[in-house]
């Protein structure tokens, strides 16, 4: 990224006033009908553009949008939005859906900046609504390399970045080995029927199975993690960043996931997890080996894990998503 002074657009419509100058508003729209980790990712950037200097978040919700208690903006009521004519964006920030959404409502025909949030290798392939507008200029975020490779060969406009994704659980509270109840916790929600299938080959006498095949509470799943020694997820075999794997390696599980799109960002198989390929077998046989390390072994797989979640702190994708914002302009006109 080039660096130099930060300067506003010349333009008219330049944000608002407050006390120690010109405050330029982010808008962002969401469709909420249940918690998800995309959801979850959107409300991160949310919360790093208020709190980058000179910035302030809006959002637009879809008239239908759930506001029960797994809603992260219900704590953001006050930067909530009922009609898009009730301001005039700085920017735009966008991700997934939103396009179609926001096309549909006018504010694509602004004259504003678009920061697009890329979460998937599917919004590449031709069949996805995301796909469509890979040709509108923007600046795109992908959330690991593998994402901003696939987004990058489709020849879009405008610039692309890699910051991989941070994760929100505290660091320090991880249980150690001898406190966790569960021996095997198998995140099974993408892939219920493979779930239990593994579940049945992996039961052996005085082993303690969990598995979750329903979406739950976010803290009941956390607390899942603290609880199991290893933990088992089966993701989509195309991802973009799988969080629910990185967050374990923060919680001190024992992470086996097998190899998806983007999951080489994060993971080295024997070092701070264990990613096989995604064959039954091959999964069984990591989550076996997993399950009968020593101590010993474990600890230093928890050792590296814990490493590798500390490099996708919080503060560490801010600081990437900060960079763009103070340097906006010049990457917008392709400076």
Known sequence: MRRGVYRLHSRARVGYFQPGGIVRTVLFHRKYRRFHGG????????????AAPGFDARVLFDENSSWDESNPWTAARD????????????????????????????????????????????????????SRYLDRKAIRICVSQDVADAVAATGTSGPIFAIPNGIDVPFGESPELAERPVDLLIAGLKQPAMA???????????????????????DEFLNGMRRARVTLYLPNEREGLYLPALEGLALGTIVVCPEYVGSRAFLQSGHDGFLPSYKFDEVIAATENALTLSDTEMERVRSNARETAQRHSMETERRAFTEILENLDQLWNGG
């Open 196 to 218: 239990l299938r593994a579940a049945e080959a992996l039961a052996a006498p005085g082993r303690t199975i969990e598995v979750f095949t329903d979406l739950v509470r976010r």
């Open 39 to 50: 959801h979850l990712k959107v409300w991160n950037y949310f919360n790093h553009v208020i």
């Open 79 to 130: 930067r909530i939005i009922a009609r898009a004519d009730e301001i005039e964006p700085d920017i735009l920030f966008i991700a997934g859906r939103d396009w179609q959404r926001l096309e549909d409502q006018g504010l694509l025909e602004r004259d504003v900046p678009v920061l697009n949030l890329i979460q998937h290798v599917r919004h590449t392939d031709d069949w996805s609504v995301q």
